[in-house]
């Protein structure tokens, strides 16, 4: 069992936890991981389907492992203002804004835990995008991670609620391994 850190309290990151754990398959010491034909989107909230992104690890050589999105929902296509499906995690912004959540799905990926993590997503404009995410591991045999599910939860902000708020980083804390009970 892990615990949210309290940025992420959010009822649908806690249910998206919950469900991804109920999944886990029996195994050496119930430490197997859920794989994908353990989930079931029509399990899940109908709400956060939109929210929902699902992740193909793609082994790498020289340039390391790369992230192809399998499942993107419609609120991060509309965010990203195009259909990101098939396409590279990196390949969808510069290289500073897509690092971060590189290294957050490589620390999925590396320690076969569920990783948080919050920051900005640039417009352009005033405005700012404060998107909070949560990723999870699965691994079809159940130790070997290579998909990851994720659930983002964006919320425009102003540079003066940012201030206000205590989020002077505009880029927000680095990837949180989970906590486990």
Request: charged share 25%; net charge neutral; aromatic share 8%.
């Amino acid at each position: 069992m892990y615990r949210l850190p309290p940025a992420a309290m959010a009822s649908e990151f806690r249910g998206l936890l919950d469900y991804w754990q109920s999944r886990h398959p029996a195994g050496a010491g119930g430490s197997c991981l859920p794989g994908r034909q353990h989930v079931d989107p029509a399990d899940l909230p109908a709400r956060q389907l939109s929210q929902l992104l699902l992740f193909d690890v793609v082994p790498g050589a020289a340039a390391g492992r790369r992230f192809r999105f399998r499942v993107a929902g419609t609120a991060f296509a509309a965010l990203a203002g195009r259909d990101v499906t098939g396409l590279h995690y990196d390949e969808i912004g510069s290289p500073d804004r897509v690092a971060p959540v590189v290294a957050a799905l490589n620390l999925i990926v590396d320690r076969a835990a569920p990783v948080f993590l919050e920051g900005r997503l640039t417009l352009p404009s005033e405005d700012y995008f404060w998107v909070r995410r949560l990723g999870l591991p699965l691994a079809q045999d159940g130790r070997h991670v290579d998909m990851v599910l994720a659930l983002w939860l964006a919320e425009r902000r102003s540079l003066a609620d940012l201030a206000r708020d205590g989020l002077a980083e505009p880029d927000g804390a680095g990837p949180q391994l989970l906590e486990r009970l």
